[in-house]
């Protein structure tokens, strides 16, 4: 069975400052997506970022990027310039497309940016 | 992506009453979910609302307890039914779009049951 790990349960950083939310996997599938989701206080859940498995290119937008690195199952998300609406829980979460589309979730990792 | 709203954004029950919580999405979408977010933690899926067939649940989850339905490619409806504190959660629905690769989701029910 496919497992997501946060191993952060909480960050605080300045404002306009860099940082970087760690995320591990575990999977036996070659194929899968993977993804970061952002839930601010108002609980709306917002997709950041997604990243196939099979590209080796590192997805990016905007001031958001990831570092995948498929052979260590590691799917790191860097915000460059952090902003205070960047404040909120942080979700990494894994697709296998050959089982239904089930998004399997990591615990989360709080977020705050400090003016 | 797509617009999706909920109704209703929050409620507050007695427990033994039933609560139905509809998601609205302004597109026809084929794979629709139903999740429950209990408060401190992350996104449990408690079924996979089907067109035009019974919703796929999850371990856990039984129809009695969390009926589904989905009566068309836009709407559907999710019944806390019989409602006890430990159903005190946010509830939220999401659509899978480009072939399912990416989920978007509605902003949530929160449902405080006394």
């Known amino acids: 069975a496919q497992t997501v790990t946060q191993s952060q349960p909480e960050m605080s950083v300045q404002e306009a400052e860099t940082v970087t939310l760690s995320c591990t996997y575990d999977?036996?599938?070659?194929?899968?997506?993977l993804f970061w989701y952002k839930q601010p206080p108002s609980r709306q859940m917002i997709l950041v970022i997604r990243q196939e498995a099979y590209k080796q290119q590192n997805a990016t937008e905007n001031r958001f990027s990831v570092n995948f690195q498929k052979a260590a199952k590691s799917f790191s998300l860097k915000i460059s310039d952090s902003q205070l609406g960047d404040t909120a829980m942080y979700f990494c979460?894994?697709?296998?497309?050959?089982?239904?589309?089930?998004?399997?979730w990591g615990a989360g990792t709080k977020l705050i940016i400090k003016p | 992506s797509a617009v999706i709203s909920q109704k209703p954004s929050r409620d507050i029950c007695q427990r033994g009453t039933s609560l139905t919580i509809q998601c609205q999405v302004d597109?026809?979408?084929?794979?629709m979910f139903w999740y429950r977010q209990q408060p401190g933690q992350s996104l449990t899926l408690i079924a996979t609302?089907?067109?035009?067939?019974?919703?796929?649940?999850e371990s856990g989850f039984v129809i009695d307890k969390f009926p589904i339905s989905r009566p068309n490619l836009t709407f559907s409806t999710l019944t806390v039914s019989n409602m006890s504190p430990e159903d005190s959660s946010i509830y939220l629905c999401s659509v899978g779009l480009d072939r399912g690769h990416e989920q978007y989701f509605g902003p949530g029910t929160r449902l405080t049951v006394t």
């Open positions: 597109s026809q979408v084929t794979m």
């Open positions: 609302a089907n067109q035009g067939s019974e919703a796929t649940y």
């Open positions: 979460a894994f697709m296998n497309p050959d089982s239904n589309y089930q998004l399997i």
């Open positions: 999977t036996s599938e070659n194929n899968y997506y």
